[in-house]
């Protein structure tokens, strides 16, 4: 059984940095995209950070470029979001995800299995 719980969340000021983490069951990451998709209230969702299939390349939203950085350690079966320089309207619920289906992030929206989210609100 898949499965993936996100921890890390919380209340940080503007100019804050958080670790979001994710961890992983049931899969080896090695065949599935993974990454990170937030949804704030009223708003749909939108991709954060994926990281590639097969060779581990990252893609970012624009609105995070040079601020957030996606990692693994498939030793610990860990996923990991770092965020810093965070800004109000990064405020949202973010969702690990892990895609079989997806090989390139760049061929399409991350989906496959979700956790239950965690969190982040940025106070300004």
């Known amino acids: 059984e898949v499965q993936l719980v996100e921890s890390g969340g919380g209340l940080v000021q503007a100019g804050g940095s958080l670790r979001l983490s994710c961890a992983y069951s049931?899969?080896?990451?090695?065949?599935?995209?993974n990454g990170w998709l937030r949804q704030a209230p009223g708003k749909e969702r939108e991709g954060v950070a994926c990281m590639s299939k097969w060779d581990d390349s990252a893609t970012y939203a624009d609105s995070v470029k040079g601020r957030f950085t996606i990692s693994s350690d498939k030793a610990k079966n860990m996923v990991y979001l770092q965020m810093n320089s965070l800004k109000p309207e990064d405020t949202a619920v973010y969702y690990c995800?892990?895609?079989?289906?997806?090989?390139?992030?760049?061929?399409?929206?991350?989906?496959?299995?979700w956790g239950q989210g965690t969190q982040v609100t940025v106070s300004s």
């Open positions: 995800a892990a895609d079989p289906l997806l090989a390139y992030c760049k061929d399409g929206p991350l989906g496959g299995y």
């Open positions: 049931g899969f080896t990451l090695d065949d599935y995209a």
